[in-house]
């Protein structure tokens, strides 16, 4: 009987914690409209049906994860300028497109 009760509080605690997760992405989302590939369409629509998400939620998804893997992809390029030593290891200024990208993100974020 004691395992019961734990079990429940946990799955209580996991659908809690799932609905905490659910309102934090959604409360972030802003709304946006755009123009994509019918094929593109499609695809998005076959997924929405498949996990049974709506077509908006799994387009967030999508877009968020390959926004972060492209500032990952970034290429870090090395300035003239050092800017802290860690390790023994002199780390110079990126001079690479992050920094450009960063400060326009800073100014939308200003301006909002």
Known sequence: ???NKTMGKESLSALLHEWENRARKINGR????LSIYQSDSVKLKALATMYNLPKADIVAALLHEALNELEAKMPYVPGN??????????IYEDKGPMPRYLAEQKKLLDVS
């Open 81 to 90: 300028k050092v800017i802290r030593i860690e390790d023994g290891e002199e």
């Open 1 to 3: 009987m004691k395992g």
């Open 30 to 33: 802003q709304e946006e409209t």
